[in-house]
């Protein structure tokens, strides 16, 4: 069995970014997408602290910490880029005008529910960003993350038990197994690592895989 | 490469259908984007409801349109003007029906719809004629009206200068509802004076961000300030 | 009895204007009060169809008709005035930052209950514009318009009868014959035209005024 | 003559009040106007609520005002970071409130302020923990929660360069909540790094006109590009 690393994750959900989408890479792992977009794809990347034509970080040396995407760290602007104020952001993302999102996640549920905001633990302090704006505010949002847990626990899953980012908005997931369709209630594989099997992944996951 | 530039008003209009929705931008005829609304009426699609501060100036853009019978029903806050004698006639006759909101509303609305929210409590109009019928609420000691998001299929708005992206910025007042329409049809189609090279507009500057805007057809500069009625 | 012509009414209302004032004139009568401003007073015109800085009018000649006011007259922009688009405009209006509204009308109530876009007879056409918004929206709403129609009816009344505009917005009228102050349901004279008695305004408007 | 400009951030913060609510421009440390935050921490008052989208990042800034106990309450989208320690560790005293909000929902409901609307009804977190006890309803099909403007009695923000009139332009991501802050405040105060000339600044590109800014602080520009953790 050959799990994709996260750097194979990236360059995978790249793959299926269309030229001319519109696409808001959520913090962590889907940061590391746009180190994959193929370079013949004119793709916007937006980030919601107000950047729209994202480009790659700058040089060292050359950081401005006044351009800066959604994880704080130093970027660029590419040609044809602009900025805007935290207003007409989130218009852009709850107002549907993004097409996709690339979230990673605690959990997503075959219906589309994603948790990716909050443990829920007690003593936990909790924040959320733009993560619940984001979750269902693009046209499409994707979620890429490690199927199993360290303990081996699906991530994919029947019914969220963590505390919810947004409801039945998941589309599809990427992830280091396979790449799940979420559509009707049900999750469908459409991909499998090598070596990986169907019913791999329905014991890993407990769920009546199609 | 993505290139949203539409060499003619005629191709990017062409899929405007009968029964569409189009905003018009303009406040009288500054911003009138009379090209595309041209290019509309060439087309011969009817039942159109339309978006538009006013009701038509004088014989071009929302006012040709309405002579010609292709306007089902406008929303707009100011159709009677000294110069909307295309609107009053058909409304007089029936042909045409009027929503009448408060301009402030209709911004609001119009934002409300690129903005994603479902409804807004807005205090204009409350316990007036235009707001009967409409729920309600006190919110904070002040009385609110209930209004709900305009969307549209297309907006047709006239900015000054363009890139292939769709980023846009306007000249003076000729603004006015161009950058919040853009944000609240489904198909937006700017006519610019003229489009310039990617990177010609600062990033600071630019007023409408290209993801609103799918369409940039470059019109010429010969209206600018010779629009008057 | 000496009336205020149009012109004496727009001067009276410019010095009581104070300097640093953000103010909007509505369309019509008020649009003379822009004539009228001290000249030693930096005040800040806007309009409705987005900008803040409003000069005077240009040459003949000069017109750029791009460059309009709310009654679509052609206008200049003072050296540090802006231009923005009508979600911001109205901002400004409803969100309280305009000092002052100065609006004609038809009628005004002395709760402050204004009627000034629609005569209510059946075959008129109605239109609104930004005035509902202009009336409530202003920290201050000032009216000007004659007391009296031209068939001697008086204009502030005790309850429109006109469709309203807005609601108990009004806190002073300025007129041909009298200022009014209205305060606490009650319109009281703070001003009178040369040779108009309080017992002249008591009787053309038919109301107990103080 | 009309001069917006104060000498001096001291001058400037002087009359933030016990108790007071101060909205705080900036994305993490982008767009946070230290200097004026430096400025209120040396008035010695307390009590103050916090709007910001953090809680704080190292040693400065928002971090630096909760350091010093001055924050009874804090509303914003991501408290929890790397460096938000001494937010962490108030918190966990119980010795700070915490408003957690989406942060698309803490522009709109900013936004709502400034704009005048009573509430709001926005989809972003329907059905979550963040929703709990809120009035909801679906309208066209798509779930919303009831969220109300949220105002304040200052807004600190920093921009790039300013006018006597209050007319402000931005750097980059540094623009973020600024704006909208400006709006949504009693009084906003302005750091910049430079004051320039009336007129100096496009009447196109003004991103804040001077409506919305009542005191404007020249800073120099020593921070840009510094700020970094």
Known sequence: ?210 | MIDKTVASAEAAVADIHDGASVMIGGFGTAGMPDELIDALIALEVGNLTIINNNAGNGETGVAALIREGRVRKIICSFPRQADSHHFDARYRAGEIELELVPQGNLAARIQAAGAGLGAIFTPTGFGTQLAEGKETRTIDGVDHVLEYPIRADFALIKAHEGDRWGNLVYRKTARNFGPIMAMAARTTIAQVARVVPLGNLDPEVVVTPGIFVQRVVPIGSHSIGSTAA
Chains 1, 3 share one sequence.
């Not at chain 1, 499409?140 to 993350?145: E, H, I, L, R």
């Not at chain 1, 199927?147 to 589309?171: M, N």
């Open chain 1, 1 to 210: 069995m050959k799990r994709l690393n996260r750097e194979d994750m990236a360059w995978r959900v790249a793959r299926d970014i269309p030229e001319g989408a519109y696409v808001n890479l959520g913090i962590g792992l889907p940061t590391k997408v746009a180190n994959y977009l193929p370079k013949d794809r004119e793709i916007f990347l937006q980030s919601e602290n107000g950047l729209l034509g994202m480009g790659p970080a700058p040089a060292p040396g050359d950081e401005d910490w006044e351009l800066i995407n959604a994880g704080k760290q130093a970027v660029t602007l590419l040609t044809g880029g602009c900025f805007f104020h935290h207003g007409d952001s989130f218009a852009m993302m709850r107002g549907g005008h993004i097409d996709l999102c690339v979230l990673g996640a605690f959990q997503v549920a075959i219906n589309g529910d994603i948790a990716n905001w909050h443990t829920g633990e007690p003593d936990a302090i909790p924040a959320v960003g733009g993560a619940m704006d984001l979750a269902i505010g693009a046209k499409k949002t994707f979620v890429m993350m490690e199927l199993l847990t360290r303990d081996g626990t699906s991530k994919l899953v029947e019914r969220c038990t963590y505390p919810l980012t947004g409801l039945a908005c998941v589309s599809r997931v990427y992830t280091d197994l396979a790449v799940f369709e979420l559509e009707g209630n049900r999750a469908r594989i459409i991909e499998r690592a090598e070596g990986v099997s169907h019913d791999d992944l329905r014991a890993m996951t407990g769920l009546a895989l199609c």
